[in-house]
Structures are given as structure tokens and as C-alpha cells.
């Protein structure tokens, strides 16, 4: 497995080693001792969600209780983005994007600190991912994701949104931030 640095501070893009044949592939996707010789501490909660294509979903994050989370496609292909909202840091409002898919079997690493999206670029596809923290309604918070402020390069134009991301606000307005 190899553990990649991006321009964010924190970020990791990992890339699994694949061991395929004619009968397919297998592959490690985490190993605690990993991870946590990179500081990333343990998981403590999964969750899966499968879209179709154009659903864009986010930007979440959550503060307090904020929460790292390990990405990965196992069907299909997204557009996976994050934002720094750590108030203090010198990438505070900068975002990076990545095609996550199934076929690249690449997976991020988002620290706590990050507001985070994707959208759909297959026909569907299913998005799992880990968290190094419990889901906290009332620590989520929505940032919007056609943000002029953030200029995110979506490759969507008119993205399948729930209310809550049709509802998100400016990074402007937001009222809590994680710090640095």
C-alpha cells in the first residue's frame, strides 16, 4: 500500500497493492498498524451509500466531534472533493478533487477538519467509507457546494442534490470552524 501527501496538509491518497489473475483480484484495503504509523487513529464506524450518476453529496463536515474518514469506491466512479475549514490554516478554503473508482481502486484519507463531497461520473456507484468518529447530528454542518468563494470545478452542471446541499451555506456564514 502506498501513502501518497497532497497539497493539504494531512490529506493521504492511497493506493492498494493488486494482486489480480484471470479469476479477478484481491487486495487489502486497511490494516490498522498501517495507518497508525501514520498517525491516523482507529475507525469506529462504516457507512455505505450507492447514487446515481449526476447525485452530488456534500460539502459535510462536522465540529465538534469531527471525523477522518477513509474513502473508497468498490463499484463505479466519483469525483471525490474536500475542502480545508480549518479556521488558522494556510489552505483554509482551498479544495482538491480526485476520480476515486473501482477500476483505480485508489482511496483517500481525510482528516477531521475537511469539508467533504462527491459526485457520480458512472451510471451508479458505491461510495464506503470509514470514520474515526461517530456521526453527530447537531456537530454536522453544510457547506455549499456551487460556493462562488471556493470556485469548485465540478464536472456536473446540473447535479441530482438533496435539500440539505441545495440548502448549504457560504464558507462566509459558516459560524464554527475546527482549528489548526
Known amino acids: 500500500m502506498t501513502f501518497s501527501e497532497t ?8 493506493t492498494p497493492s493488486v494482486h489480480g489473475d484471470s479469476r479477478g483480484f484481491f487486495l487489502e484495503s486497511y490494516r490498522l498498524e498501517w495507518f497508525a504509523q501514520r498517525g491516523i487513529p482507529p475507525f469506529v464506524q462504516d457507512n455505505h451509500s450507492r447514487s446515481v450518476r449526476n447525485t452530488l453529496r456534500g ?11 477513509l474513502i473508497r469506491v468498490t463499484s463505479g466512479a466519483v469525483y471525490d472533493v474536500l475542502v480545508d475549514v ?4 494556510p489552505a483554509f478554503g482551498e479544495w482538491e478533487g480526485y476520480e476515486l473508482s473501482a477500476d ?3 482511496m483517500l484519507y ?24 461517530y456521526y453527530h447530528r ?33 464558507l462566509k456564514e459558516l459560524s464554527r470552524f475546527p482549528e489548526y
Request: net charge negative; aromatic share 10%; charged share 20%.
Open 7 to 14: 497539497t493539504l496538509s494531512g490529506v493521504l491518497l492511497i
Open 59 to 69: 460539502l459535510h463536515f462536522q465540529h465538534p466531534h469531527g471525523q477522518g474518514k
Open 86 to 89: 480549518r479556521l488558522g490554516s
Open 104 to 106: 483505480n481502486y485508489r
Open 110 to 133: 481525510v482528516p477531521p477538519g475537511f469539508a467533504h463531497g462527491f459526485c457520480v461520473l458512472s451510471d451508479s456507484a458505491d461510495f464506503i467509507y470509514k470514520c474515526t468518529e
Open 138 to 170: 447537531d456537530s454536522e454542518q453544510t457547506l455549499l457546494w456551487n460556493d462562488p468563494a471556493l470556485a469548485v470545478e465540478w464536472p456536473v452542471q446540473e447535479p441530482i442534490l438533496s435539500e440539505k446541499d441545495r440548502n448549504g451555506v457560504p
